[in-house]
Structures are given as structure tokens and as C-alpha cells.
């Protein structure tokens, strides 16, 4: 019988502090076109929040919640998004970012300054409903598609940029600790066939 992930059950399983989430990452080339992208609307529009740091960059696929500590729950709820990972079979794909705005402020009254897309980004949003069919969920809706490049209180109106994109090759499970700036990579999947996750670099 066949175990569904429940992430809002993950969610509260404890207290902000360690956040756990699915994602991309770019490639070597794209994440330093994403990294000099943030510096230039930095200068543009004469905000003052600092970028990302570029090992930080990437686009979320599934946040499965934020937490206080180890927990035996938490981890037998990873386990299950582990597994149904692993049973993921999906091709590589391209993605393409090429357009910058920010998104709603935060609960600091910051606003994200995001990298989007259009058309470049549906390959990106497919693989995101395969991955919820994979772990039991049902397609949600308001998903899009984004990399943060920093966060301020000026909003930055949507405007185009030369695209940046990257094929996909893998997905990762991500333990961030909040307000670090680290993200220890806890599996990678590589896209084409499903099986175990390669061990974390």
C-alpha cells in the first residue's frame, strides 16, 4: 500500500529555524549570469538590499517545511518524499528565465526581487506537477516559477532581461538553516530514470 507525504503535517512538526524543500539549481555558467543579474538591478534601481549569495541561488519546486531541530517525525516524513522521489522517472528539460520583478513584501516588509519567465519556465512547471503526482499531491495553483536574486523595500516593476537558462539534469532535497545563508544538499535525483538518490557532493 502506497504512503502519501503529507507536507502540512511536516509543517507542523516544529518551529522555524531548519527549512527542508525540493529544487533546481543553475548551472556553473547561468549561476553566474544570475549572480551578475543581481548585482545590475542593484545598481539600477539604487536598492540596498545585498544579492544572494550565488551558492544559494535556485528555484523551488516544493517547500516541505520549516523546523526547530531533529525530530524522529520529521525525518520519517522525509524519508517518504525520499522515496517518492526516487520513483520519479522524467527527462531533462530546459529552463529559461527572462524577465525581473519583485514579488509581495514579506512579513519584514522586503520585497523578493525574482527572476521569471514566460514560455521559458512551462517545462519547469510540468516537472512540478509530476513531482506532486509522485508524492501523492494534488496540482496546486499560484506556483511560479522563480529565482531570488535579493530582497528590499523597493519594488522593482517587471521589466525584460536577457534570458538565462540552464538544461535541469537532477533535483535536490535541501536542508536550509534559516538566516545562515547555507543549504546542505541532502540527495540529488538525476532526471531520465527513477532510482536512489546519488549521495550529496
Known sequence: MRTQFDPGGLAQAGAAGHGFFLAVYPETA??????????????AACL????????LLHATLLSLGRHDGPDEEVDRRI?????????????CFEVRFDEVMSFA???????????VGGEGVGALSAFRR??????GLAPS????????????RRVVDPHGIVPIGWTVREFCLVHSLIGHSRHDILARWPLGTPGTPRPAQ
Open 48 to 55: 540596498r538590499g545585498m544579492p544572494r549569495p550565488a551558492r
Open 30 to 43: 547561468s549561476r553566474s549570469a544570475l549572480e551578475g543579474l543581481a548585482c545590475a538591478e542593484r545598481r
Open 130 to 135: 509530476a513531482l506532486l503526482a509522485a508524492i
Open 105 to 115: 513584501p514579506d512579513r519584514n516588509g522586503k520585497c523578493p526581487v525574482v527572476a
Open 79 to 91: 524519508d517518504l518524499a525520499k522515496a517518492a522521489c526516487a520513483r520519479l522517472a522524467h527527462p
Open 141 to 152: 495553483t499560484g506556483y511560479k516559477p522563480h529565482v531570488t536574486l535579493l530582497y528590499d
